[in-house]
């Protein structure tokens, strides 16, 4: 049974921030924000932008472009930030809610930026398993901008955190942008390098712990994290696409379209290259900052507004987050051709 892709939404805040505003901001040049960062701008949260109201409104796009009732929605998947309206609080049900999805369930999921990539896995397996289970929304926002010190160049490699919203319909059956297979890795080797200090049990947010900023993203093993990504973040990334598109019946030269998160711009270009693809081959999101979970949904639209994407064109959405996990997923786009 296919599992095809019928309408994604996007919801982008009106307010944004220029690489030359963050070069000023951090006291480097803006040659080196625009060009090695490669951040021209990003979108910034506003008043009412919050994290799982900024998925309802994407979620509410998707509705619309799929002309499709919320009450045929049979789960809710949250594929937002765990930072959100509430410290602790179930989004998926306020955002079931809010679009109206009542005949469905909801819960919340995450792996960080990896979200998006993990949640299609996760959905597919569990509409394959439940024959209860035939449409599936999956929507979230992110903002984790607001844990950025342009101050602390520990950061720097996370000035490009923006906001935004998006959503992805699932459905059985459906014969056109099928979703194929997934690959994840994780490794715990990570897992506390990235982290906001204080707020957690280990050190409960107090007066102290505001004033000395522990409230904001840092990096607690800088050189140790920079020497183990460069071992392995590549490796992994390009692991996880060829492990991908492998098990779904393809190689990597039958790649047409990567919808990869923004990373510095070398990255970006490094797998690419080694995939033996173009830069038309993907879509380098200078323009958007880095958004989370949300930038392979970006990716996606912004290539079938720009006719990169046709009829049986194998497209990879590739994600990395913070943990460290790195996630591929492999769709066949357009109609008829499985």
């Known amino acids: 049974m296919q599992i095809g892709i019928i309408s994604t939404g996007i919801y982008l805040p009106e307010n944004y921030v220029t690489g030359a505003e963050i070069a000023q901001l951090a006291g480097i040049p803006e040659q080196v924000v625009e060009e090695k960062m490669g951040i021209r701008k990003k979108p910034v949260p506003g ?3 919050h994290t799982c109201e900024m998925g309802i409104r994407a979620a509410r796009i998707a509705l619309e472009k799929a002309n499709l009732d919320p009450m045929d929605i049979d789960l809710v998947i949250y594929i937002g930030e765990e ?3 509430y410290p602790l609080w179930t989004a998926g049900i306020k955002l079931q809610e809010e679009v109206g999805a009542r005949n469905a369930w909801a819960f919340d999921t995450a792996l960080r930026c990896g979200t998006t990539v993990m949640a299609l896995k ?3 397996g569990m509409m394959l398993s439940d024959s209860a289970i035939n449409t599936v929304l999956l929507a979230g926002g992110y903002r984790n901008g607001d844990f950025i010190d342009y101050q602390n160049p520990r950061t720097r490699f996370m000035y490009n955190l923006g906001a935004g919203g998006g959503a992805i319909l699932l459905q059985k059956g459906h014969q056109e942008n099928v979703l194929l297979e997934t690959e994840v890795i994780t490794d715990g080797s990570f897992s506390e390098d990235v982290v906001v200090v204080a707020g957690g049990t280990k050190n409960p947010i107090s007066a102290e712990n505001l004033e000395r900023g522990l409230y904001q993203l840092d990096v ?4 140790g994290m920079k020497e183990r990504l460069e071992q392995k973040s ?3 990334f390009l692991k996880v696409i060829s492990r991908s598109v492998e ?3 393809f190689s990597e030269k039958d790649i047409s379209y990567v919808g ?3 990373m510095k711009r070398s990255a970006h270009d490094f797998v690419l290259r080694e995939l033996g693809l173009a830069e038309e081959n993907s879509i380098y999101l200078e323009d958007y900052g880095h958004i989370g979970q949300i930038d392979q949904i970006l990716s996606l639209e912004l290539a079938e507004k720009a006719g990169k994407l046709k009829d049986g064109d194998v497209a990879v959405l590739v994600s990395a987050g ?3 996990a790195w996630g591929a997923t492999t769709i066949v786009w357009g109609k008829g051709v499985l």
């Open 247 to 249: 098990k779904s019946g």
């Open 83 to 85: 930072y959100k309206e």
């Open 234 to 236: 590549m490796a992994n």
């Open 122 to 124: 996760l959905a597919k």
């Open 322 to 324: 913070i943990g460290y």
């Open 260 to 262: 990869m998160l923004h």
């Open 47 to 49: 008043p009412g932008d």
């Open 220 to 223: 607690l093993d800088p050189k």
